[in-house]
């Protein structure tokens, strides 16, 4: 096959990716299970068939490196869901180890393929040459060829296993429309997890109807006939049996259900009772296709989209609102006019309608490229995990809001600086189990990850119970290393002491850990989390904890923006970094270290007058000095304010891409069109910030406090 | 004149490949389903000259979809070609046991399943 495609198609790394993911979630529920005490067998065959498939798809497409590992992992894993091997904790590591070569083999492909590392190949083989022939197996006499000639082997193996445990066997007739098939299955399953373990489904072609399928199903339980009869809740067409064994487990339990030699199977045979009669002819779903007609062909039922498709389309819509927006002052036009009331009026009903439509279809774009936060919080619970046994901490990570939705390209762009905020808690938040328990504290640290929805916002909060970070220490480093006057920082609160975290370079520490990752600190995070218009917030108490908060954007493609009008010119700041609007009176505006700052909620922010940042001229006009608009924006952990002398609304803007002529002009992130076809710039509110931060004495002090005229918006 | 098989695999990039080289092949049209319920949901309306069908699946495998279609009597004669990566699983033996015409080991190439197709569409009595 390679000599065919030649390399290895997206296709194939696409769905390798998506197999070697559900291959680390099998595992880490796995893990968790076994910590609690007992785990649920088929995890190891979920597990176990992730890898088969791998290895049969790298084969196909050449993948040599991915197959020679999944190879390697597939007997192992067959031996572990036979029974044939213990599940160990060397085990699950070597498990989990193979995860992450898996993923360093996907990362690098193309590139030269790298060989699994010897010594992992070996160790899987170490591990799978351990395995145990299980010569205990009990005989299964009795039980009907027609179910153990075509169980699996692992069917087979789960069916002993439930014999060994003493429980009973049943078997569930069940018939089921064709067309519902699924829902029905799933339906029934869910109703015979609770009573034991469902063994296999055995369809059999003696159905009533061409529309029909009966199955058998097999069930491993402790429950008794009427138990299950009960359970399945009248569920429409369904009998059940109970099979007897000529000779059954020597467990005690084995001894209540007396054995029938003479009749093996079908002891005692209740009907289950439909709720309502079971029609003959089932009633016709409304979209049955003409039989032999092919709307069969793809019964798969996702669609793999490139996202530069989906930006196009995105633009699409973007201008399509533009175009709306300009049929709305036709409108205004029209209105005006006399004679055309009537016209104006349907035109008006028409628009709205419209507008209703649009706001759908950019919904509806939005939701596709929406994927959930669980894809990076498994990918960290496989850090935690492995971090910890590093640093000889026992860690419990706590996860919640793992199916919180965000844009694919933002999710992406998270796994970093969230792995080095995990990095981090571990290595410098989380105290040695001993010291711990000096302290009071329970010996296993804590990580909390957390997501949710907040508005149209998202946040992530990573939380540990840790040493915190001592604000006092933090200071005196700043000092050391220059970034504020030893004065100076005497005046600054606590939470703008711990906001130098953030600055290049910092570090409290001399020498960082392997595991913290040398060299690269919180201002590596706060750089990523800006570039997605992002900001970050940090809490800490000494002694209990750090929090860190990120809010972020749930998409970056359609923004909403503010439009602002100063000097006459108008602009659009990304809603995103707007916290907050105000209106402010000029005398209220103090000076300190020759910039402008006013003092909001007690905290001193910084002015930036956009109109001498752009160096624009007011043509004679003058500003109303008793309404002054301040836009405050925030942008990782800093805010400041932008001076303007209008606001003028809301939009939902598309960002468009500059021309060459003024990419290079910071503090300008793009172009955009608004209402009325014009053209405007779209603020960068990251150089902006910047522009702020880097001025020369930037150190501020706390402005006098001012009653606030006004909280807009 | 076109024939149809049922392409029974729960790898998409797999059921992708073999799809391609029948359709290069052009005497065939494929119908693809990604698990056992869908085959069997499939089988009563299509008429299948040929059943590909992996082993390894969830729920409902290769080898109970086989004894199946050799109970059911629309398909009871159709060949059957197994594909799996392991050709020493046990399940592939009992697969065959079940009824399935012949066996095809993943990786293969598109000459090697084209040939297998058609040794097993021609004289199917040599092979069972």
């Known amino acids: 096959m390679s000599g065919e495609s030649g390399r290895p198609s997206s296709e194939f790394l696409s769905e390798a990716q998506e197999v070697v993911e559900s291959f680390s979630r099998s595992l880490l529920e796995l893990d968790a299970q076994q910590r609690r005490g007992d785990y649920d067998p088929d995890l190891l065959n979920a597990a176990f068939r992730a890898i088969h498939s791998l290895k049969g798809l790298s084969s196909l497409f050449g993948a040599s490196a991915i197959s020679e590992l999944s190879h390697a992992l597939e007997s192992t894993l067959d031996g572990l869901r036979l029974g044939k091997l213990p599940l160990s904790p060397a085990a699950l590591d070597l498990l989990f180890e193979s995860v992450e070569a898996f993923q360093r083999m996907l990362a690098t492909i193309g590139h030269g393929e790298t060989p699994p590392r010897s010594t992992l190949l070996a160790r899987i083989d170490a591990l799978a040459s351990e395995t145990v022939e299980d010569d205990s197996s009990l005989p299964l006499e009795g039980l009907d060829d027609s179910i153990l000639g075509v169980l699996t082997e692992y069917e087979e193996h789960r069916l002993r296993e439930n014999l060994r445990l003493g429980r009973r066997l049943f078997r569930v007739h069940a018939s089921f429309d064709l067309l519902a098939i699924d829902k029905g299955i799933e339906t029934l399953k869910s109703k015979m997890k609770a009573f034991g373990e469902v063994i296999t489904y055995l369809p059999s072609a003696d159905a009533s109807s061409e529309d029909r399928i009966d199955l058998d199903i097999l069930i491993g339980s402790d429950a008794s006939l009427t138990q299950i009869v009960e359970g399945m809740d009248g569920e429409a067409g369904t009998s059940v049996t109970e099979i007897t064994l000529s000779r059954r487990s020597p467990e005690p339990a084995a001894a209540a259900a007396p054995a029938r030699a003479a009749d093996p199977v079908a002891a005692k045979a209740v009907e289950?009772?439909?709720?309502?009669?079971?029609?003959?002819?089932?009633?016709?779903?409304?979209?049955?296709?003409?039989?032999?007609?092919?709307?069969?062909?793809?019964?798969?039922?996702?669609?793999?989209?490139?996202?530069?498709?989906?930006?196009?389309?995105?633009?699409?819509?973007?201008?399509?609102?533009?175009?709306?927006?300009?049929?709305?002052?036709?409108?205004?036009?029209?209105?005006?006019?006399?004679?055309?009331?009537?016209?104006?009026?349907?035109?008006?009903?028409?628009?709205?309608?419209?507008?209703?439509?649009?706001?759908?279809?950019?919904?509806?774009?939005?939701?596709?490229?929406?994927?959930?936060?669980?894809?990076?919080?498994?990918?960290?619970?496989?850090?935690?995990?492995?971090?910890?046994?590093?640093?000889?901490?026992?860690?419990?990570?706590?996860?919640?809001?793992?199916?919180?939705?965000?844009?694919?390209?933002?999710?992406?762009?998270?796994?970093?600086?969230?792995?080095?905020?995990?990095?981090?808690?571990?290595?410098?938040?989380?105290?040695?189990?001993?010291?711990?328990?000096?302290?009071?504290?329970?010996?296993?640290?804590?990580?909390?990850?957390?997501?949710?929805?907040?508005?149209?916002?998202?946040?992530?909060?990573?939380?540990?119970?840790?040493?915190?970070?001592?604000?006092?220490?933090?200071?005196?480093?700043?000092?050391?290393?220059?970034?504020?006057?030893?004065?100076?920082?005497?005046?600054?609160?606590?939470?703008?002491?711990?906001?130098?975290?953030?600055?290049?370079?910092?570090?409290?520490?001399?020498?960082?850990?392997?595991?913290?990752?040398?060299?690269?600190?919180?201002?590596?995070?706060?750089?990523?989390?800006?570039?997605?218009?992002?900001?970050?917030?940090?809490?800490?108490?000494?002694?209990?904890?750090?929090?860190?908060?990120?809010?972020?954007?749930?998409?970056?493609?359609?923004?909403?923006a503010l439009v602002i009008q100063t000097a006459g010119r108008t602009y659009c700041i990304p809603l995103n970094s707007v916290l907050e609007s105000i209106m402010v009176q000029h005398r209220e505006i103090t000076t300190v270290e020759g910039h402008e700052v006013i003092s909001l909620r007690g905290k001193t922010l910084p002015l930036l007058y956009l109109d001498r940042i752009f160096d624009l001229d007011h043509q004679g006009a003058t500003r109303d000095l008793d309404r002054l608009y301040v836009v405050i924006v925030g942008l990782a952990q800093h805010r400041i304010g932008l001076v303007v002398d209008e606001l003028l609304g809301q939009q939902d803007v598309v960002i468009k891409p500059l021309g060459h002529a003024l990419r290079a002009v910071p503090g300008i992130a793009g172009a955009t069109e608004i209402a009325g076809g014009r053209t405007v710039l779209l603020l960068d509110v990251s150089t902006l910030v910047e522009e702020v931060v880097t001025r020369p004495e930037k150190t501020p002090t706390p402005a006098p406090r001012k009653e606030l005229v006004f909280r807009g918006r | 004149m076109t024939e149809s098989v049922l392409l029974v695999e729960d790898s998409r990039a797999v059921r992708d490949f073999v799809t391609s080289i029948l359709e290069q092949h052009g005497a065939y049209e494929v119908v693809e389903v990604e698990n056992g319920f869908d085959a069997l949901r499939a089988l009563p309306r299509g008429d299948y000259a040929v059943v590909v069908t992996d082993v390894n699946m969830p729920d409902v495998s290769g080898i109970e979809l086989t004894r199946f279609i050799r109970q059911s009597p629309k398909h009871a004669k159709v060949p059957i070609l197994v594909i799996s990566t392991d050709a020493m699983h046990p399940d592939v033996d009992r697969a065959m046991k079940a009824g399935a015409t012949a066996f095809l080991a993943k990786p293969f190439t598109a000459d090697e399943f084209l040939a297998t197709l058609a040794k097993i569409r021609t004289t199917p009595q040599d092979d069972a």
Not at chain 1, 373 to 399: H, M, N, P, S, T
């Open chain 1, 272 to 560: 289950a009772r439909p709720t309502a009669p079971v029609p003959e002819s089932p009633t016709e779903p409304a979209v049955e296709p003409a039989p032999g007609d092919l709307t069969l062909r793809s019964v798969s039922q996702t669609v793999r989209v490139e996202l530069s498709r989906l930006d196009h389309l995105m633009n699409l819509i973007g201008e399509l609102g533009v175009v709306q927006a300009n049929l709305e002052s036709t409108l205004d036009v029209l209105r005006a006019q006399a004679g055309t009331a009537d016209v104006a009026r349907e035109l008006r009903g028409h628009l709205r309608s419209m507008d209703r439509k649009l706001s759908l279809l950019q919904q509806g774009i939005l939701d596709v490229r929406m994927v959930p936060l669980g894809q990076v919080f498994d990918k960290l619970a496989r850090v935690v995990r492995k971090l910890g046994r590093e640093a000889e901490k026992e860690i419990r990570l706590q996860i919640s809001g793992s199916d919180t939705e965000l844009d694919k390209l933002i999710v992406e762009e998270l796994s970093d600086p969230l792995m080095h905020m995990i990095r981090n808690c571990i290595d410098h938040g989380i105290e040695p189990p001993l010291e711990r328990k000096n302290l009071g504290k329970p010996m296993a640290g804590r990580i909390d990850l957390r997501a949710f929805q907040k508005g149209n916002r998202v946040v992530i909060e990573v939380e540990d119970d840790g040493r915190g970070m001592d604000w006092r220490e933090i200071r005196q480093a700043a000092v050391r290393k220059g970034l504020v006057a030893d004065a100076a920082s005497r005046e600054l609160g606590m939470p703008e002491v711990v906001d130098f975290i953030f600055a290049p370079g910092f570090t409290t520490r001399d020498s960082a850990t392997e595991v913290s990752g040398r060299g690269v600190g919180m201002d590596v995070v706060k750089t990523n989390i800006s570039r997605l218009s992002g900001m970050i917030d940090v809490d800490t108490t000494l002694g209990r904890g750090t929090k860190f908060s990120i809010t972020l954007p749930v998409t970056l493609a359609i923004i909403q």
